[in-house]
């Protein structure tokens, strides 16, 4: 494959992951009072360099954690599952909300079915950080974060 070609690829991921992330957003609007600006549209530079990265369970953590404490612009976040169960979690969450009150856009989406996201959405609610439900008619079953 040529290289061009794969960076289409990735290019056209990356911007369908977002339109979900988007989409998943939008919809979770309306599940909630609580009003929140509209994600900034930014365009890809031209010749910019977009990195994807898939990483491995026994990785998950610390370099999320390590990607997360990097960003200083914007933090998306649609997660299916997100318990704040555990210590690496509370970690994330803390950083999320650490992130927001820094001035980071922080825009988190989380799966309605699921009860033990509750604790979660409470805890970045509480803090400030723009959180919302999907709607409980559709099943948002993503792990996406930009």
């Given at each position: 494959?040529?290289?061009?070609?794969?960076?289409?690829?990735?290019?056209?991921?990356?911007?369908?992951?977002?339109?979900?992330?988007?989409?998943?957003?939008?919809?979770?609007?309306?599940?909630?009072?609580?009003?929140?600006?509209?994600?900034?549209?930014?365009?890809?530079?031209?010749?910019?360099?977009?990195?994807?990265?898939?990483?491995?369970?026994?990785?998950?953590?610390?370099?999320?954690?390590?990607?997360?404490?990097?960003?200083?612009?914007s933090i998306y976040i649609s997660m299916f599952e997100f318990k704040s169960d555990t210590d690496e979690v509370a970690k994330v969450l803390e950083l999320l909300i650490s992130k927001a009150k820094k001035g980071v856009d922080v825009k988190v989406v989380l799966e309605n079915t699921i009860d033990e996201?509750?604790?979660?959405?409470?805890?970045?609610?509480?803090?400030?950080?723009?959180?919302?439900?999907?709607?409980?008619?559709?099943?948002?079953?993503?792990?996406?974060?930009?």
């Amino acid at each position: 494959m040529r290289r061009g070609s794969a960076t289409s690829i990735v290019l056209v991921i990356v911007i369908i992951a977002s339109l979900a992330f988007y989409a998943g957003f939008r919809l979770g609007q309306t599940q909630t009072q609580q009003i929140v600006t509209q994600a900034p549209q930014q365009p890809i530079p031209q010749g910019g360099c977009i990195k994807l990265e898939i990483i491995n369970d026994r990785d998950y953590y610390p370099k999320l954690l390590d990607l997360l404490s990097k960003a200083n612009k914007s933090i998306y976040i649609s997660m299916f599952e997100f318990k704040s169960d555990t210590d690496e979690v509370a970690k994330v969450l803390e950083l999320l909300i650490s992130k927001a009150k820094k001035g980071v856009d922080v825009k988190v989406v989380l799966e309605n079915t699921i009860d033990e996201n509750e604790l979660t959405y409470r805890r970045l609610l509480d803090n400030g950080v723009p959180v919302r439900y999907d709607t409980r008619s559709r099943t948002t079953h993503t792990k996406l974060i930009i």
